[in-house]
């Protein structure tokens, strides 16, 4: 789904918001074709785009996380959604002067955090089940993979359950945790620990991610 902000839908040059990023302790983010406009200690981090819609294409979601994990390779970045579009700079600006205090303080709350999506799926000795067996034991695999982490939020400031649309539960279940960089690697050893506990599951992890599962940017503003 694509967002813009104001009502004219004139086509002209427009802001494309990728992320929020603090200025304060931190190198302005290096991305090639991204631009900063800054509010106070906030900088927007855009792309000049045209004003309307956005399709939602693989190009150009891969041009989108190119830019937030561009960031986020210099610190804590707000994730916006997908196609957030503003019309001028102006208008921007006074969305920014509007939320500061709200986004200064989900950067604050994610500073030195970073996401790792785990998905706990059945291991290759058991992906053989037969179609009956297989969804009779479903549940009972999403109840082992949700036990598993609430045990690795041990380890994390927050977790989400991740719903993938379509996916049936006897093929896993995925989540997102909030970690402390510092305790990244104490994240992944109890990662390794469950995936010793339950032989018979394959523990996947990637990251560190900006925290595209934990903020939601209010753009009604």
């Not at 190198?27 to 200690?41: H, L, M």
């Not at 009956?132 to 939020?153: P, Q």
Request: hydrophobic fraction near 40%; proline fraction near 5%.
């Amino acid at each position: 789904m694509a967002f813009w902000k104001g009502a004219d839908r004139e086509v002209h040059q427009a802001l494309v918001l990728c992320g929020i990023v603090s200025r304060e302790g931190r190198p302005s983010p290096n991305v090639p074709g991204a631009e900063t406009v800054d509010y106070r200690d906030l900088s927007a981090v855009v792309r000049k785009g045209t004003f309307g819609p956005v399709e939602s294409t693989e190009e150009g979601v891969a041009a989108y996380r190119e830019v937030v994990e561009g960031a986020f390779g210099c610190g804590a970045v707000i994730p916006a959604p997908y196609g957030t579009v503003f019309r001028s700079r102006d208008a921007l600006l006074r969305w920014l002067e509007l939320h500061y205090f709200t986004l200064a303080d989900a950067l604050r709350y994610l500073h030195d955090r970073q996401v790792a999506r785990v998905r706990v799926a059945p291991s290759a000795q058991t992906a053989g089940w037969d179609t009956v067996e297989h969804r009779a034991r479903g549940a009972d695999l999403e109840v082992t993979a949700f036990d598993s982490f609430r045990i690795l939020k041990r380890q994390a400031v927050a977790y989400v359950p991740i719903e993938v649309p379509g996916r049936r539960s006897e093929f896993g279940a995925e989540a997102a945790f909030l970690v402390e960089r510092e305790q990244w690697s104490q994240f992944l050893a109890l990662l390794k620990e469950e995936q010793r506990r339950l032989p018979d599951l394959k523990f996947e992890h990637t990251g560190p991610w900006p925290a595209y599962d934990f903020v939601r940017l209010d753009l009604n503003g």
